[in-house]
Structures are given as structure tokens and as C-alpha cells.
């Protein structure tokens, strides 16, 4: 294949009011395989689980890469070689530090910031940037998406919320500056279309009339330009452009599913496209950050599962009890072991995504590889508020000269920030930021 075709150059499958990103394949590269994997894109994302954690059942009791996973992180044990577990970190800023109550709020504010949150319910809010727009700042403009931010509670940026802090502080993850948040896209059809959409408002109404009106999929738009590309691709290719966009198809319909579900629930509270299962609801995020990732739609993303302080049942797991609730169990040994359960759902759904990234090939390597993905908590213990000792995991980054496989120990008595290892994640996207929030400096070992 020519490596100048059209379809090539732009990156895209375009139809009325559609732009579908083409994912990483090697006939579109410019000088094949070798040329590609030197120049494939990094790509980072952080993911945040609400009120802490059972941290006997999450830490393991051995270092280094002979470790065995305790139960909590027993879900990961098929992919535990892309895994860091990484223990002893702390968000120090997350503490009261003289503001009295509002730990639950202060850590979601503080967990990708390191900044101290001012205690205000108004509009005079301030904390700091985050990781992630830094990173959005310098790599942004190489990406149709400077960034992508994801949840699955529906948006509060203003109100009092926990203990005199405004619900801009609980309900976001990213901040652009100290007083500007990134509000998280909780409805996946929504996400969806901010990822496939041309931008074009005329195009993409007349396209989102049509699909409603007959029933098409956005892959019906590009479907002339997925032709003329698919002539062009050796077999490789081919199967793996077709498992994309039987991805991209996999999705719509269980958008599609989770909108026709609700309309049989006229009183249900959440708007349409949203699942009623909370389990398919995440997954669905999940895979949308696949696909953005895998698209080079961006790099850099953020996901806020669920506010810290969430009081959500969890029946997938048999948990009918709300979740900051009995995060409180002051030693009661049946909350602690309902605890732990809702601790594994998420779990398993984030090696669930885990298993995705890797299963999909980039060069010799994978997805995974070339992405740094942090997943943790602003709260370790929940009952007492700590904030030291952080659960925490980083995943993928084979090729950003990240070491997974391992459970690597930071001396907790010093309470090392977590911004270090932010500061490490953004050097290896080759963004030097001298300061983040509470940092001191770059963390090796990782």
C-alpha cells in the first residue's frame, strides 16, 4: 500500500457529521513496523475509586515481583505482569490541616492536584491544576481531544456538599486552573458522540436525525470511505480495522440498549443512554477510553468511577447497604466484608479494561504498553479518614520505561506525596513540570 493515500493523511473514516478515528495500523505508518513502534503515541489516564479501601485485603504483605495478591486484588491475577501495586504514598493535602471536617471532599480535590482545596461553599473555589491538564497543555494540540473526562455520577459543580465544601471539589477530578474544573461526561451517549462527531453542528444534526429516523449506525456514514480503505490494507489490517469497528458497533448497541431500557422506567431519575446496571455503566466508560486511546482521538483522560463519599448500593455483589456508610464500620467484621466486596467489583472491572488494552496489538508490543494508567484512592482507611498509605496501582507503561510485575514499597513513615509519581509520568511523556501541587521532586523506582 501507498502510504500517501488520502484516507491515510487525515487518520480518519469521515461521513455526514462523523469523523471516526482510525486506530494504529501498520500499512498506515510511514516507513512500516520499525518507523511505527518508535513513533507510537503515549497515553496516560487516571481513574479514581471512592472511599478508600479494606487495605488488609488490597496490600499485599510481600515486595518486590514475587508477591501473592491478597483478595482484593485477586481479580488481576491474569494480567498482574502489566501491574504495579504500589504502597506507601500519600496526599498530605487531603488531611484538614486546620479546616476541621471534609475528608471525602478533599480527596477527590486533592488526588490529582495536591493542592489544598479552600473550605468554601460559594463561587470563590480554589485548588490547582491538575496532572492530567498539564500534560494537556504541552500534548493537547496533537490530539482532536486535548483531553477526555469521564464519571458516572451526574455533574455537581456548585452547593454545599461535604462538611462546608462546595460540590465542585467532590464531583470533579480534573482542573484546567485553581478555579476552573473539567466537569466529567457521565451519559456514554454523550461520550460517544463528543468522540465520533465531526464537529460540524449542521452536519452532525442531520446525521443524528437520520440514525434516530432509520435506525443507522454511525458506521453507515463512513461506510464508503471504510471500503476504499479496506482495498488498500493487507490482511493485517483488515482484521484489524474489522475488530474495531465491530467495537464501535458492539458500543452503539448497548447504548442503544441502555436508552430503550429507561424508556420502560418513565419515573427512573437518569437521562437517556445511561444503564440502570451500574457494572454495564463503567464498563461502557471503560470502552470508550479504549477506543479514544486506541484512536489517538486523545491521550490523556480521567475517570471518576464515583464521588468519594458515595453512599451507592452495590446488589451486583449482593451488597444492599450504602457504601460510605458502611465504609465507616468502626471494626464490625460483616461491613468490613462488605466493604471488601464493592473494594473487588471495582477491581475487577478495572482488569477487566486492563485485559482489553493488552489484548490489542500496537507494533510488537500493545496498547497497555504505551499507556500509563493510574488507578487509586484519595482515602485509604475509610473509617478513620487516613490519608497516608494510599491503595494504589499503576498500569501499563512497558515502553515508557515502567517496570510492572511488581509491589514496590515506599517507606510510609515519610508520607512521599503522590504528585512524585505524577511528576515521573509526566517526564516520561517528556512534559517537565517542575512543581505539582505538594511535590518534592521526581519518584524513581517505579
Not at 492536584?113 to 498539564?134: E, F, H, N, P, Y
Not at 455537581?156 to 470533579?172: L, V
Not at 440514525?211 to 483488515?238: A, C, H, N, P, W
Not at 449482593?318 to 464490625?332: D, E, F, I, K, P
Request: charged letters at 25%; hydrophobic letters at 35%.
Amino acid at each position: 500500500m501507498k502510504s500517501d493515500n488520502s484516507i491515510a493523511r487525515r487518520g480518519f473514516l469521515r461521513g455526514m457529521g462523523t469523523a471516526l478515528a482510525l486506530p494504529w495500523l501498520e500499512a498506515l505508518s510511514p516507513r512500516g513496523l520499525a518507523a511505527a513502534d518508535s513513533a507510537k503515541p503515549k497515553r496516560m489516564a487516571f481513574i479514581y475509586a471512592p472511599n478508600g479501601a479494606i487495605m488488609p485485603r488490597w496490600k499485599p504483605l510481600e515486595s518486590g515481583r514475587d508477591y501473592k495478591l491478597p483478595s482484593t486484588l485477586k481479580p488481576l491475577e491474569e494480567i498482574r505482569q502489566q501491574v504495579q501495586v504500589i504502597s506507601g504514598l500519600a496526599h498530605d493535602k487531603a488531611k484538614a490541616n486546620g479546616d476541621g471536617g471534609g475528608d471525602h471532599a478533599r480527596a477527590n480535590a486533592t488526588f490529582l492536584t495536591g493542592c489544598q482545596a479552600r473550605k468554601t461553599a460559594g463561587s470563590d473555589i480554589r485548588l490547582g491544576i491538575s496532572v492530567d491538564q498539564i500534560a494537556a497543555q504541552k500534548l493537547g494540540r496533537l490530539t482532536r481531544l486535548p483531553s477526555l473526562e469521564l464519571g458516572c455520577d451526574k455533574p455537581r459543580g456548585a452547593g454545599k456538599c461535604d462538611s462546608g465544601y462546595s460540590c465542585a471539589y467532590q464531583y470533579n477530578l480534573s482542573w484546567k486552573s485553581a478555579t476552573m474544573p473539567m466537569p466529567p461526561e457521565h451519559d456514554p451517549k454523550l461520550a460517544f458522540e463528543r468522540l465520533f462527531s465531526s464537529g460540524k453542528s449542521k452536519d452532525t444534526a442531520q446525521r443524528k436525525a437520520i440514525s434516530e429516523k432509520y435506525d443507522k449506525s454511525i458506521l453507515d456514514f463512513v461506510m464508503e470511505d471504510t471500503r476504499r480503505l479496506q482495498k488498500q490494507l493487507g490482511q493485517t489490517d483488515r482484521h484489524k480495522l474489522e475488530e474495531y469497528l465491530t467495537s464501535v458497533r458492539e458500543i452503539e448497541h448497548r447504548i442503544d440498549r441502555a436508552q430503550k431500557n429507561e424508556s420502560q422506567v418513565p419515573d427512573y431519575p437518569k437521562p437517556d443512554g445511561i444503564p440502570r446496571d451500574y457494572r454495564e455503566h463503567l464498563m461502557l466508560m471503560f470502552d470508550l477510553m479504549v477506543l479514544a486511546f486506541q484512536t489517538d482521538t486523545t491521550r490523556i483522560a480521567t475517570f471518576l468511577q464515583a464521588h468519594d463519599g458515595s453512599n451507592r448500593s452495590f446488589r451486583e455483589v449482593g451488597v444492599a447497604g450504602g457504601h460510605h456508610t458502611l465504609s465507616h464500620h468502626q471494626g464490625n467484621a460483616d461491613k468490613i466484608d462488605k466493604i471488601a466486596k464493592i473494594d473487588r467489583f471495582y477491581v475487577e472491572n478495572f482488569a477487566n479494561f486492563l485485559k482489553k488494552m493488552n489484548n490489542i496489538k500496537e507494533g510488537e508490543g500493545s496498547l497497555l504498553d504505551n499507556c500509563a494508567i493510574v488507578y487509586g484512592s484519595g482515602i485509604s482507611d475509610a473509617n478513620r479518614h487516613s490519608h497516608h498509605d494510599l491503595p494504589l496501582l499503576l498500569a501499563g507503561g512497558r515502553n515508557m520505561g515502567f517496570q510492572p510485575g511488581r509491589h514496590v514499597v515506599f517507606a510510609e513513615d515519610k508520607e512521599i506525596p503522590m504528585t512524585n509519581l505524577y511528576l515521573t509520568i509526566l517526564e516520561s511523556f517528556g512534559v517537565k513540570a517542575e512543581k505539582l501541587g505538594d511535590s518534592t521532586g521526581p519518584l524513581s523506582g517505579v
